[in-house]
């Protein structure tokens, strides 16, 4: 069964840095394309960023410059490295897994893992 | 920039047909976005509802479905019952790697 468990998430001040991981079973993150994607309390799904299965990595405009995606395939996880906090950061954020190619790729992500909560405050 | 428009609040009858709408601050949505729908509940993850306009993903019933009404992507659901009230988003494919969410629709069931 395809899992996705994110950790790392907490308190930080603002200008801080902090890791987020997303341990993936049951299937290669190297794979599949893999995405984050972030809720603000009490506010919609925002998509953060994509690392495809050749490396290619994108982001959305408001985090781009301070947040990186990688993934360790030997550990079968994913990372999103923040940098440069700030208090609009704070959210709820989520790991997705791609959606597979079947007869074409289809740009949608099928598994997403219960998400950690990241505070940015003072 | 890019902004994907959704009903921010929607009610049906239980039993009751309604159809919730994703479309784009300037232009048209087509198939070529790629239109996808995920259902979340309080507290809980998306779920995948329907991928690439009208695929519904693995275990979704068929009351719910997808497709291009006019200029804008389309998720109806048939016979709504009490645990499809949720919040409901749309995302479009902008290419280059690059999604976008609509604000999300609430939907009440009453």
């Known amino acids: 069964e395809v899992q996705l468990v994110e950790s790392g998430g907490g308190l930080i001040q603002p200008g801080g840095s902090l890791r987020l991981s997303c341990a993936a079973s049951?299937?290669?993150?190297?794979?599949?394309?893999m995405s984050w994607v972030r809720q603000a309390p009490g506010k919609g799904l925002e998509w953060v960023s994509v690392i495809y299965s050749g490396g290619s990595t994108y982001y959305a405009d408001s985090v781009k410059g301070r947040f990186t995606i990688s993934r360790d395939n030997s550990k079968n996880t994913l990372y999103l490295q923040m940098n440069t906090l700030r208090v609009e950061d704070t959210a709820v954020y989520y790991c997705?897994?791609?959606?597979?190619?079947?007869?074409?790729?289809?740009?949608?992500?099928?598994?997403w893992g219960q998400g950690t909560l990241v505070t940015v405050s003072s | 920039q890019t902004v994907v428009t959704q009903e921010p609040s929607f009610s049906v009858s239980p039993g009751g047909t309604v159809t919730l709408t994703c479309g784009l601050s300037s232009g048209s949505v087509s198939s070529s976005d790629y239109p996808s729908w995920y259902q979340q509940s309080p507290g809980q993850a998306p779920r995948t509802l329907i991928f690439s306009t009208n695929t519904r993903s693995s275990g979704v019933p068929d009351r719910f479905s997808g497709s291009i009404l006019g200029n804008k992507a389309a998720l109806t659901i048939t016979g709504a019952q009490a645990d499809d009230e949720s919040d409901y988003y749309c995302?479009?494919?902008?290419?280059?790697?690059?999604?976008?969410f609509g604000g999300g629709t609430k939907l009440t069931v009453l």
């Open positions: 997705a897994r791609g959606g597979p190619y079947t007869s074409g790729w289809h740009h949608y992500f099928d598994y």
């Open positions: 995302v479009l494919y902008m290419g280059s790697g690059i999604w976008v």
């Open positions: 049951a299937f290669s993150v190297s794979s599949n394309y």
